[in-house]
């Protein structure tokens, strides 16, 4: 016998299944895909009729309903790492192939040329003389991955030249683990390796150990990069006379940081020379862990290293400790225009023989267990100095802000009105393109610096990888505490980022962001003008890019701003050429001296506002006019 339905029953029915023939008539959607729950969910939360969410649907996830229930009960399992790459590729996901194995050792000679995502494992091993060449090998590829793991091992006179390698790129993984181990004679040739890459991770694991005499020469390595890190972990230990020479290593590059640990340790006469070492370069990180410690007349050289960069930090951790007949020369070093710190702990400590010379060196130093004996300081850069070079601090300042910070980057609040024209910068979005992931399985995923080890497993992130690298570096932007009267998010799914911005401005919300990326690197000209809420100090949310397998926004509140929208118009034309959003930040005060605002506007934090336009794919919440 059946029961009858209640009316109040039978009235929620009516109302669900209306919701589902909205759901298919208005968008042709199947009601229960991510993006059909998103619009359900959009309306639900958002009182706002007239803010559109075109911008948070096309970066919906484009899973299926059949897939994402499947890939859903997988996370719930603790098994999607056993299904990556199609979960990658239906969640429209960053994930780099999986190499396969080769147990090849290729004893001809060989030339490369145009190759990507090969795995070159013992390629070159037990190999007598021979050359083998890579010419823009990976080269123009979005998101190359190569491994040279064991190449040129237990080799004699055998000769790789890598030209060109990996140049302009984006998102660069390559692996040099066990390169040239046990090696005699032979040299490895790095030109224009990683040139114009946007964000590169290189890893030279025990690159080099126990060889004999074999010589490496990096040559405008990592070259007008961005944001990426190089690693030399056991880089030439236990070598004997292996001569390093890094010349134009990093020039002109932006936040790269590199890592020597247990560089040329325990070796014997080694000698290394860095050449306009981070030259030019804008805030470079360098740090040397127990670089040549306990090694035999090591020579090590550093000329112009760092030099005319902006700030920049250097570590130098058990330099040359406990070596014999060292010597180490710093001539030019860290000469940055705008102060940078370096820490020299246990330099030279317990050594014998050696010899430290000091010669034109930047200001801002920290010498801790520092060695008493054996050092000179000449032309030792002090305040006072620094202040008789303060023109040509200011020269050097306006060659970095033409280099680092694109003209019309930053500018003044006075600059947003009509008629006025300014240089547009480059707005174009430089990430991978990545979906949102629906909540249903974001939910099931580990985001936590407590659980990097199971989120590695998950991504297929090899330790020293880029993947490592990407998940990290957003774990710890993610993590760090917020800054003064800051309220901060990262999100993962679009459910969670309408969350947040409710949460901290209310239902009655619109969400805005740059139409179009027209009018990039050239002079526009502004029409109309209008100031969000009246043009009133007011309280946004901004999201921006991190650079993970999926989609994640840095979410985060911006108290005392102006937010402004404008028509971008030809300047000769003055036809519309674009619909542009800029926010003003009023206060300034908790912002970095070495931003790059501050760099092109010539000011300090806390004595201006400061301006820039809203990117391609990041975005700015506010009240709703």
Not at 349 to 371: C, L, P, R, W
């Amino acid at each position: 016998m059946h029961k009858k339905l209640s009316l109040m029953t039978l009235l929620h029915l009516i109302i669900f299944f209306s919701s589902l023939t909205v759901g298919f008539s208005s968008s042709g959607e199947n009601p229960f895909t991510p993006k059909s729950y998103l619009i359900r969910y959009w309306n639900k939360e958002i009182r706002n009729t007239k803010s559109d969410p075109s911008f948070l649907l096309s970066k919906a996830s484009p899973l299926s309903t059949v897939d994402s229930a499947s890939f859903s009960k997988l996370a719930a399992q603790n098994s999607l790492s056993t299904h990556l790459p199609a979960f990658c590729s239906s969640a429209n996901l960053l994930c780099f192939p999986d190499l396969a194995p080769s147990l090849e050792k290729h004893v001809k000679d060989s030339d490369f040329s145009g190759y990507a995502d090969r795995n070159f494992t013992n390629y070159g091993t037990d190999r007598l003389g021979g050359t083998d060449s890579f010419k823009a090998y990976s080269s123009d590829q979005n998101l190359p991955v190569d491994s040279f793991r064991r190449y040129s091992r237990d080799s004699t006179g055998h000769k790789d030249k890598f030209n060109n390698y990996a140049s302009n790129g984006n998102v660069v993984d390559q692996g040099f683990n066990g390169y040239a181990t046990g090696s005699t004679g032979g040299s490895g040739e790095f030109t224009k390796y990683a040139d114009s890459v946007n964000v590169p991770n290189l890893a030279f694991t025990s690159y080099s150990d126990d060889s004999n005499g074999r010589s490496h020469s990096f040559s405008a390595y990592s070259e007008n990069a961005n944001a990426g890190n190089q690693k030399f972990a056991s880089y030439g230990k236990n070598a004997n006379g292996a001569p390093n020479d890094f010349k134009g290593y990093g020039s002109s590059a932006n936040v790269v940081g590199s890592g020597f640990s247990g560089y040329g340790q325990s070796g014997n006469a080694v000698n290394d020379t860095f050449t306009t070492y981070g030259n030019e370069g804008n805030n470079p990180q360098n740090n040397f862990k127990s670089y040549g410690d306990g090694g035999n007349a090591a020579i090590e050289t550093f000329k112009s290293y760092r030099d005319k960069s902006n700030v920049g930090d250097d570590s130098f951790q058990s330099y040359a400790k406990n070596s014999n007949s060292a010597k180490v020369n710093f001539v030019n070093y860290g000469k940055s225009f705008n102060e940078g710190t370096d820490k020299f702990s246990g330099y030279g400590q317990g050594s014998e023989g050696h010899a430290v010379g000091f010669k034109i060196y930047g200001v801002n130093n920290t010498f801790k267990d520092y060695s008493k004996e054996g050092v000179t300081f000449i032309t030792y850069n002090n305040a006072s100095v620094k202040t008789e070079q303060k023109s040509e601090a200011m020269a050097l300042s306006g060659s970095l802000v033409k280099r680092f910070v694109e003209p019309g980057k930053f500018f003044r609040e006075s600059m947003l009105k009509k008629g006025t024209v300014m240089p547009m910068p480059n707005i174009k979005d430089k990430m991978p393109k990545r979906s949102f992931l629906p909540r249903t399985i974001l939910s099931k995923l580990p985001f936590s610096s407590s659980k990097i080890s199971e989120m590695k497993q998950i991504f297929h992130a090899d330790d020293n990888s880029t993947m490592e690298a990407m998940i990290v570096d957003s774990l710890s932007d993610c993590e760090r505490a917020p800054s003064p009267g800051e309220t901060k998010r990262c999100v993962g799914s679009a459910e969670d980022m309408i969350d947040f911005a409710v949460s901290v401005l209310g239902r009655n919300v619109a969400v805005r962001t740059t139409e179009s990326v027209k009018g990039s690197n050239q002079n526009v000209k502004l029409g109309s003008v209008k100031g969000i809420n009246g043009g009133k100090v007011t309280q946004s949310v901004s999201c921006h890019q991190s650079l993970f397998p999926y989609l994640l926004y840095y979410c985060h509140s911006v108290p005392k701003v102006r937010v402004y929208e404008a028509d971008i118009l030809d300047p000769n034309s003055k036809a519309k050429i674009n619909h542009g959003v800029a926010i003003c930040h009023l206060d300034t005060s908790s912002w970095s001296p070495s931003h790059g605002a501050f760099l092109a506007l010539g000011s300090a934090p806390g004595r201006i506002e400061v301006c820039h336009w809203i990117f391609e794919n990041d975005l700015t919440w506010t009240i709703a006019d």
